[in-house]
């Protein structure tokens, strides 16, 4: 039997993806503990092993694809002028790349934000700032700043081209590898993501799989490793092409991501559009609302805009009981003992159910009432999704819930949540096979299938 292999790396698990391109359909699936703090081939050998007893040992893998968030995924810290303008630019440029934003600054780094370069360990620091012809000061002071960390990143510079160059050769000069492209904003309110996104996986390609440890395992591949949440996004724009304008979610461990693939222009009469134009593909990663490795960031922010108790009894949840699994992930943030989960599920999907929520607001864009001389008007920042009519859900959390409705049914407008542009309604289409980043890693080689695998394996709930 003649297979394709599409393997995905996360932090937890490694899935493998056996897809028939014959009979067009997955012929088998199978997961094991992903071992990157040992050698990462044990756990890659153990899954494909489980494979090769489902599909035969006279299978032949004539195309292996992967991807990988393991150890972290691809952290990039991120630096702009204004927060609105090149910061956001720079923080869209990372994220439609893959990577994980763990921060974004603005205007001259301090010496705080120094110090958390420092104790971050990053594996690319962004710089941005002023476009072509503007401000020039920021992004010197910055390359200043950057040059003398004690970190091994790369540095990519992408902000005004009037001294971009000299920006460079401060940082090269101690040490540092740098790369100069494009700026991501070379006109007041233009983005120009592509080349940085370019070059951030060229990075990923070149330095960071070695990093990682995934060096053994890039060597038997037919293709370049990518980014996980690159694969997904991948996923998602070609599905968009047969489904229209959609969202997406993986709802994750660490980190939940937020896709949406729409114009996302004002949709309402007297509203307009202010700030950045935001790309029709975007992605938003956030690293504070997770499932297991950043439940407790995730519990306080549930404790800061309700209250716990609040949380628990909207929930009908035993407050103790939330206290006793909020220990639980504590403990074992990978992962958790199966005979504890299942008493604790109603818990976790309370939980899941708010990391949509919140991550949803965060994505969305948002109106706001103003008085003109013509009467009153809105203004929009970010983009309007409340027309949006497919949304993809992803990730265990999800997955594996009792009711994945009730879940993601949070991504919708509800009175409460006042000027946000979520959607009204929509029709929610659950990844059942957990095959979106292997459907990504596929496109890149039969489109066509990787379309009809999401198609067939997406059940609507």
Known sequence: MELLLLCDFGSTYTKLVAVDPKAKKIAATAKSYTTIETDV???YELALNEITKKTGKNTVFTKKLASSSAAGGLKIISSGLVPDLTAKASRLAAASAGAKIIKTYSYELTAAEEQYINYASPDIVLLSGGT????KDVLLHNARVVARTTGSFAVIIAGNRSVAEQAASIIAENGKEVVITENVMPDFNSLNIAPVKDVIRELFIKNIISAKGLDKIQAIMDMDIIPTPLAVFEACELLSTDFGELMAYD???????????????????????QGIPEPFAKRTVEGDIGMRYSAEALIALIDEEQGLQNFCTKNNIDFSAFNKWQDICKKSPGVLPVDEYASYQPIDEALAKAAISLSTNRHVGTKSKVKTLAGEAFLQEGKDLTKIKHIIASGGAVINAKNPRAIMEAAFYAPQDLNLLKPFKADIWLDSANCLSAAGLLSRIEPQLALLLMKDNFDKI
């Open 251 to 273: 709802l994750g461990g660490a980190t939940t991501d937020v896709y949406s693939m729409a114009k996302g222009l004002p949709a309402q009469e007297n509203c307009f559009l």
């Open 132 to 135: 072509d012809g503007g401000n």
């Open 41 to 43: 081939t044990l756990g």
